[in-house]
């Protein structure tokens, strides 16, 4: 039943959207995490209570949240939400891509992309290093 109303609700925005592109399919989980894959050429499938994304994500059905259509455009670097102090840096496929010392330092030593930010203590902040 979850897979279908899944689908659905995918179909949905879809038809929804028009002629509106979208870059990211985000979800958000039950953990405070976010998860977003390419639209483009995406695929997804359901593997024993599992939601599979073409580019290889893979999401537990259970922990979604929330599951919403996203721009890069609309996510910006602010030096307000950085964190001071550790935080683990994920791709926006949910890779791993390092853990800093500080929000602060992530901005020199990482690549033009957009990354998700999670700082020991405080909340998840998505950013663009352009």
Do not use: R
């Not at 995490?33 to 695929?43: D, K, M, N, R, Y």
């Amino acid at each position: 039943m979850k897979k279908t109303l899944l689908l659905l609700f995918v179909l949905s925005q879809y038809l929804v959207a028009g002629a509106v592109t979208y870059d990211y399919l985000t979800f958000d989980q039950s953990n405070g995490t976010s998860t977003s894959v390419p639209t483009e050429g995406l695929t997804i499938t359901f593997n024993n209570g599992n939601l599979v994304a073409s580019d290889g994500t893979t999401i537990a059905l259970s922990s979604i949240s929330k599951m919403y259509f996203s721009d890069t455009s609309s996510i910006h670097y602010q030096s307000s939400t950085i964190a001071e102090g550790p935080v683990d840096v994920f791709s926006i496929t949910g890779n791993h891509v390092g853990t800093f010392d500080s929000g602060t330092t992530i901005k020199d030593k990482l690549p033009k992309g957009v990354y998700l930010m999670i700082p020991a203590k405080g909340k998840a902040t998505k950013i663009v290093i352009p």
